[in-house]
Nanobody, 115 residues
Framework: QVQVVESGGGLVQAGGSLRLSCAAS????????MGWFRQAPGKQRELVAR???????NYADSVKGRFTISRDNAKNTVYLQMNSLKPEDTTVYYC?????????WGRGTQVTVSS
């Protein structure tokens, strides 16, 4: 059984910062990559940031320069530091853990940015 649990969401004013965390636990081996997606109501889930086991990263254009993804391989944990937040960043953020055979998703954490 694999569990993926996000934390760190909340309410912040525009221009503020939040740090999301996601920890994977259970019978999971050989994690290839970890990442964050977000999904606004009525829209498709979109990639925010992704980091491989070797540390390579990629970001959505909308968050480049503002968000930073990092991971602790020993703890199977990935982080998303979000700075200069904008109201349009408001939505649910989901963590994904890419295993060799399948992906594992968390339940999501709400981020709300007030103007």
């Amino acid at each position: 059984q694999v569990q993926v649990v996000e934390s760190g969401g909340g309410l912040v004013q525009a221009g503020g910062s939040l740090r999301l965390s996601c920890a994977a636990s259970g019978s999971i081996f050989n994690i290839d990559a970890m990442g964050w997606f977000r999904q606004a109501p009525g829209k498709q889930r979109e990639l925010v940031a992704r980091i491989t086991s070797g540390g390579s990263t990629n970001y959505a254009d909308s968050v480049k320069g503002r968000f930073t993804i990092s991971r602790d391989n020993a703890k199977n944990t990935v982080y998303l530091q979000m700075n200069s937040l904008k109201p349009e960043d408001t939505t649910v953020y989901y963590c994904v853990v890419e295993g060799r055979l399948r992906n594992y998703w968390g339940r999501g954490t709400q981020v709300t940015v007030s103007s």
